[in-house]
């Protein structure tokens, strides 16, 4: 068991940024641990695959090219990882907690009989002492366990953050979302080994039993994760109308509009907008917190900001703990004075 996995999620043939921001986050557990970093690329036209990811540090690219293994269908893919590891025996697997992550985590969990820990948001590698039973004194005998992966994400709806260990299966595996992670280009000429393998050897015939006839992909309609700028809105608000101050403030100060999960399920805005564990990861230069409570899967979607500003008439709100400036007050009142000042001062 020597090397930190990922798989690399690819659409058409470019390697998608989750898997990109996990292979930042896959070096740095590999040198904790003093392993290699690998990373598994399937997909159809993949030549020159590797000068997209070997510069985040990878040492071993395992390519699988072939017609039938794009688009993603479930039996493939599966079959490729789940083969691919019983030779390999890999300490770690990480991929993205998207559509396809979703489907495939699952099934190479079940099928090895690993661990599988869904929506991280932080990875660490620690030790722990766990109980494994009793002596013939019926005194607890404690085991030690050292280089395991802490797979941390909120619980119980985002009122605990819970830190999951998976002690003695193998591989340890994680699915994080896209944005929760850094991406980092470690070295532009990093220098690693390619493995092209057969294909046939690893998916039989019998596994492509879905043939994806015809595809549409809507691109989102806003672009939260690339805003320099956020505004965004909670259950505070009070109103889908008041929500509309939001968008005024945004055209104003050029910047996108968020969601906290609360205000969508309360119908103020729709779903695409919404920020958190639920929703989307961002990091902006500057994020406006309007009527923000600030629960744990909410902070976990937006605490890596530049500067976090909270407009709040509870001065004990948790997100004022985490923001750098306070403005106590309600959002009718603070929020058309904000647009009436940038209104006059903007050029």
Known sequence: MNSVFVYCEIEGKTVKDVSLELLTKGRKLANTLGVQLECVCAGSGLDGIENQVMKYGVDRVH???????????????????????????????????????????????????????????????????????????????????????????????????????????????ATVREGVMKKEVLDENYKGEVIRHDVAKYVPETEYVVRVLDRHVEKAKHNLKGASIIVSGGYGMGSKENFDMLFDLAKEIHAEVGASRAAVDAGFVDHDRQIGQTGVTVRPKVYIACGISGQIQHIAGMQESGIIISINNDPNAPINTIADYVINGTVEEVIPKMIKYYKKNSK
Do not use: W
């Open 63 to 173: 390519v699988f090219d072939a017609p039938g293994l794009f688009p993603y269908t479930s039996n493939p893919h599966t079959a490729i990882l789940v083969n691919l590891f019983k030779e390999e025996d890999p300490q770690i697997c990480l991929m993205g907690a998207d559509v396809v992550g979703r489907d495939l985590g699952p099934r190479v969990s079940s099928a090895l009989f690993s661990g599988l820990t869904a929506d991280c948001t932080e990875l660490e590698i620690g030790e722990f002492d766990m109980n494994v039973g009793f002596d013939e004194n019926k005194k607890p005998i404690t085991k030690h366990y050292e280089n395991k992966l802490y797979q941390i994400r909120p619980a119980f709806g985002g009122n605990i953050v819970a830190t999951i260990v998976n002690p003695e299966h193998r591989p340890q595996m």
